[in-house]
C-alpha cells in the first residue's frame, strides 16, 4: 500500500533524535510552556525572520487567536475563499461574524483577487488568505486592497510552511501568520499543535494572553481566554523537524516534479501549476480530472491511497447554508471539487513509486 503519507518513514529515520527529544520532556517534567515551547517559538520566528512567533494548541486555534487580536468580533465580516479545510471560516463563525466567500482561480486552487473588492461592505474587516496545497495566494494584489480598505490580513499557513512569495516566506506577509502542527502538515507534530508569527507587539502580546485564560500574570485575568498551549512534548518534537523542514520541502518539490515529468503526456488530467513568483511546497500534489472517479478507483485497486480536498465548497456546507442561508453560486470552487484527486506525496515517497502511481493514472483514460 502506498499511503497518502507514510508518518512511519520519517519517524525511523529521525527515531534516535526524536525519542532522546521526549525522553528528555519526560525527565525534566517542566509539560506546560516549558523550555521546548519557548524554543520553538525563537526558532520559528527567526526562520520567518519576525520578532514573534507563539505557540498554541493547534492550526484552527491559531486562526481564532490571531483574528481576535486583530479585532474581529461580532457582527464583522471576513472575506476568504470557499475552497479550503472548514477550520479558516468556521474560527470566523465562532466569533459571530460572517465568512464572505470569494471564488478561487483554478489554475492554483486559492482565492482569485480579482473578485475580493467587489465583496467588501462596510462590515469587513478582514481578509483570510489561504495558501492552498502550499502554494502562495497572490499576496500582491491582497495587500494592496488591504491598505486600501484598511482590512486586517491573516494568512492560513497551515498547508505552507515554508512557502515563498515573490521571495518572501509565506505568514511574514500580512498581520499574522497562522501555522498547524497536524501530524500530516509539512511540518507537522505527533498530536495537535499551531502557532501565529507576527511583527506586530500587541496582537503577540494579545494571543500569548488569550492562549492562557487571558492571563499575562499568573491569576490575574484581563479578557475571557482560552486553554490553548502547545504543548512541551509536541514543541520537543517540532524542534527535531524544523532542522530539516527547507529539506523536506526540498523532496516534496523534486517529487511533485517527477510527477508532473511522468505525467507530462497524459491529455486527461490537469497537472498542478508554479504560479509566477511562487515557490510551491507541494503540502497536496492535486490534478485535476473530468474522469476523477475512475482514476481513484484504478489507484485502489492497485493499493495507492488517493483523496479529495474538497468534495464539498465551504459555501455549500450544511453547517454555512444553514447560518447563512443559500450561497450564490461560486463556479470555479464547484467545479474543482468536482475534478480534483489529491496523490500520495510526502518526502520519503521514492521515484519508483511516483512512477508506478504516474503508470496507473496513465493507463487511465
Ligand atoms: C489543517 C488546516 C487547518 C487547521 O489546523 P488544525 O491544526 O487541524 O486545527 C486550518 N486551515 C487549513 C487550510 C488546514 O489545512
Redesign the pocket.
Known amino acids: 500500500m502506498i499511503p497518502m503519507v507514510d508518518l512511519k518513514r520519517q519517524y525511523h529515520a529521525l527515531k534516535t533524535e526524536i525519542d532522546a527529544a521526549v525522553a528528555d520532556v519526560l525527565e525534566q517534567t517542566q509539560f506546560i510552556l516549558g523550555p521546548n515551547v519557548a524554543n520553538l517559538e525563537n526558532e520559528v520566528a527567526a526562520y520567518h525572520g519576525l520578532p514573534y512567533a507563539i505557540g498554541v494548541a493547534?492550526?484552527?486555534?491559531a486562526?481564532l487567536l490571531a483574528l481576535r487580536a486583530c479585532g474581529i468580533k461580532a457582527g464583522d465580516e471576513v472575506i476568504t475563499t470557499p475552497f479550503?479545510?472548514i477550520?479558516?471560516a468556521e474560527v470566523v463563525a465562532e466569533l459571530n461574524a460572517k465568512p464572505v466567500f470569494a471564488d478561487i482561480r483554478p489554475d492554483t486552487f486559492n482565492i482569485d483577487s480579482r473578485l475580493i473588492e467587489e465583496k467588501i461592505t462596510k462590515k469587513t474587516k478582514a481578509i483570510i488568505p489561504?495558501h492552498?496545497f502550499g502554494q502562495a495566494a497572490d499576496m500582491k494584489t491582497i495587500m494592496e486592497i488591504a491598505g486600501k480598505y484598511q482590512l486586517k490580513v491573516i494568512e492560513?499557513c497551515?498547508?505552507a510552511f515554508g512557502a515563498r512569495y515573490q521571495g518572501q516566506l509565506t505568514g511574514t506577509i500580512g498581520d499574522a501568520g497562522c501555522f498547524?502542527?497536524?501530524p500530516s502538515?509539512n511540518l507537522g507534530g505527533y498530536g495537535?499543535?499551531?502557532m501565529v508569527i507576527t511583527q506586530n507587539e500587541d496582537i503577540a502580546r494579545q494571543i500569548k494572553m488569550l492562549r492562557n485564560h487571558g492571563s499575562s500574570v499568573r491569576y490575574h485575568h484581563a479578557a475571557v481566554g482560552y486553554n490553548s498551549r502547545l504543548d512541551e512534548i509536541q514543541a520537543a518534537i517540532l524542534r527535531v523537524k524544523l532542522q530539516r523542514i527547507n529539506q523536506y520541502n526540498a523532496s516534496r518539490r523534486r517529487n511533485a516534479a517527477a510527477y508532473c515529468k511522468a505525467m507530462d503526456n497524459n491529455k486527461n488530467i490537469i497537472l498542478p501549476t508554479e504560479a509566477a513568483g511562487c515557490e510551491h511546497v507541494y503540502h497536496q500534489f492535486t490534478i485535476r480530472s473530468g474522469n476523477r472517479d475512475a482514476l481513484a478507483e484504478a489507484l485502489k485497486e492497485n493499493n495507492i491511497a488517493s483523496a479529495v480536498y474538497y468534495p464539498v465548497p465551504l459555501h455549500q456546507q450544511e453547517v454555512f447554508v444553514k447560518i447563512y442561508g443559500q450561497s450564490a453560486k461560486l463556479a470555479q470552487s464547484e467545479s474543482c471539487a468536482g475534478e480534483v484527486i489529491s496523490l500520495p506525496m510526502f518526502p520519503e515517497l521514492t521515484y519508483e513509486e511516483i512512477r508506478f502511481i504516474a503508470d496507473v493514472i496513465n493507463h487511465v483514460s
Not at 493547534?58 to 486555534?61: E, I, L, Q, S, V
Request: aromatic share 14%; no cysteine; glycine share 14%.
Open positions: 493547534n492550526g484552527t486555534d486562526l479550503t479545510f477550520a479558516t489561504v492552498l492560513d497551515a498547508q498547524s502542527f497536524f502538515k495537535d499543535g499551531g
